[in-house]
């Protein structure tokens, strides 16, 4: 049979191939954050750590990047400095994957696109820091991250810190649960604000055992339920910041995209960079503290899903599914 034509646009790095050759388990990462969620050099400093803390810990980091048109699935610490440092790096989601592969150019890949490229990696288990979702103001502007469409069809489990309150938390958690994506939190009930710990919502069923994740993760999986399942932990409680200093910033944030008519992909960013200038870096201390605590909790999952039962083979391995036909 052939092997799916995905595997024409991967390319594995040595330690991560040599990682799948010995069954050590993977945790994929995401280039975005690198790229336009934090300054160069702290960027670049914070992917090393956190690929650290994933080793330590027995699992192998692979960050996820689209370099020379290919899909990359490790980097290399000079490729790290590459995506971290270079000015226009593409962002790249479930849209831009194919213009980014065949246009050339450097792209970090977000959360969807990282799933994407996971779930054809064979990676089951991936960090982030926090995903994107319903933005405040949807209903008019219908600004829903692409994030949360990935969710409902990928089967990656995604670490995270929840997400941030430039976003309607409410909403995004309402629309998980009609794209039937379970949520789960750890260490509390509630699902985390990326900056705070409690964003008021709780989260759909709180489980703080990895290897019991991993048997909710698998049993999903067992059953043919496509699709992800989202982890959300919160900062340490040393690192968070005060919820009313978070709030007034981002609602001035929000003010300043509204009144500068951003849209589009563009509106993240944005909204990132301005509360990121507006908490005087403080804001930074937080991101990188929350992203190395998302990695511990991220790489327990992933060796407790290795043991838990066989992994699945990389979707670029199994013939592309319109070719498979059921029946006459
Ligand atoms: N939220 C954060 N930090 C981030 C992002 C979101 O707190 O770095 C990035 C992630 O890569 C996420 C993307 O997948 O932004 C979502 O962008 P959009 O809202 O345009 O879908
Ligand atoms: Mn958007």
Known sequence: MNANPARNWLTFSDSVAAAQAAGRPLVALESTIIAHGMPYPQNVRTAREVETVIRDLGAEPAT?????????IGLSDDELELIGRSPDV??????????VLTGGGLGATTVAGTMICAAL??????????????????????DISADLQELAKTSVAVVCAGAKSILDIGL???????????????????????????SGFRADYRIDD??????????KWDLGLAGGVLLSTPVPAAAAMPSDEIDSMTRQ??????????????????LLARIKALTGGRSLATNIAL?????????????????????RSPESDKAPTDTIRSGP
């Open 172 to 198: 995004t958690l309402e629309y998980l649960e009609t794209l039937g994506v379970p949520v789960l939190s750890c260490e509390q009930d509630n699902f985390a604000a990326f900056y705070t710990r409690d």
């Open 64 to 72: 996820i990047a689209v370099i020379g048109g290919r899909i990359r």
């Open 291 to 311: 992203i190395r605590h998302n990695a511990e909790v991220g790489t327990k999952l992933a060796l407790a899903l290795a043991a838990a039962s066989t992994p």
């Open 121 to 142: 990696a064979g990676v089951e288990v991936f960090v982030t820091g926090g995903i994107g979702g319903v933005h405040r103001g949807a209903p008019e502007t219908f």
């Open 90 to 99: 593409h962002k790249v989601s479930r849209r831009d994957l194919p213009a």
């Open 253 to 270: 944030a929000l003010d300043e995209a509204a009144a500068q008519g951003i849209s589009g992909k563009a509106v993240t960013p944005f």
């Open 210 to 219: 990895p290897s019991e994740q991993a048997r909710f993760i698998r049993a």
